[in-house]
């Protein structure tokens, strides 16, 4: 069965470090999205791409956070420098295109950050 | 803007009892909506979804009615099992706003034998 693929699975640092997280969605969808889940809350959107385009990235720090999505294939977030509040898990979805409106998001299973 | 309130947690019944979890949303389009569920350890996953007003999403039990009226999404189901144990995600998505999806903040049940 087809799956979002996401790494790290953990990931400890220092603040003031660099953190990188990679995602390769489901082959062939075509959107895209990074989220943050702070413990007991839900997750947030950071960026959404369609392709290699930002389709919205209103909710991404743009002083520290950047993704990129090269190819319109996989997709790297990174935060320079990490900062103590940026403790949380990163998750990555897809959907295709038919997908949109449906609620058929796939969710990777996250990378957690842990800052220190 | 858009946005979904979700029942506070945690919630803990036994085995085999009556389960519903509130769901009330805000949105200025017609949304589509949805529940999805987070395993101990693992990544958030579709359990049902609805899209448009007065259907019903039904998965594993799962049901969950679309209520225009109220403007909510309660999730429910007759009889709860030990494997149901998760946390529980409300949410909506709206074309208007390029698909972006809006997530509850979770309720995180459990069910002791």
């Known amino acids: 069965e087809a799956e979002v693929a996401q790494s790290p699975r953990y990931k400890i640092t220092e603040k003031s470090q660099a953190v990188a997280f990679w995602c390769d969605p489901i082959?062939?969808?075509?959107?895209l999205y990074w989220y943050r889940q702070i413990l007991g809350q839900g997750p947030e959107l950071l960026v959404q791409?369609?392709?290699?385009?930002?389709v919205d990235d209103s909710q991404l720090p743009k002083d520290r956070f950047s993704a990129e999505r090269l190819k319109g294939v996989d997709s790297t977030l990174k935060i320079q420098p990490a900062e103590l509040g940026d403790s949380a898990m990163y998750l990555c979805?897809?959907?295709?295109?038919?997908?949109w409106g449906t609620g058929e998001l796939f969710f990777g299973e996250g990378s957690r950050l842990t800052v220190l | 803007g858009d946005s979904v309130t979700q029942m506070e947690g945690p919630v803990t019944l036994s085995e085999e009892a009556f389960l519903t979890i509130n769901c009330t949303y805000t949105?200025?389009?017609?949304?589509?909506l949805f529940w999805y569920v987070q395993y101990p350890g693992e990544g958030l996953q579709l359990l049902l979804k609805?899209?448009?007003?007065?259907d019903k999403g039904s998965n594993k039990g799962f049901e969950a009615t679309y209520r225009k009226e109220t403007t909510s999404f309660h999730l429910e189901k007759g009889s709860v099992q030990v494997s149901d144990s998760a946390v529980y995600f409300c949410?909506?998505?709206?074309?208007?706003?390029?698909?972006?999806?809006?997530f509850g903040t979770g309720t995180s049940l459990t069910v002791i034998p």
């Open positions: 791409f369609q392709d290699e385009s930002v």
């Open positions: 949105a200025t389009g017609y949304p589509s």
């Open positions: 609805a899209t448009k007003a007065d």
């Open positions: 949410a909506l998505s709206d074309l208007n706003t390029g698909n972006q999806f809006y």
């Open positions: 979805a897809s959907s295709s295109r038919e997908g």
């Open positions: 082959s062939g969808h075509a959107t």
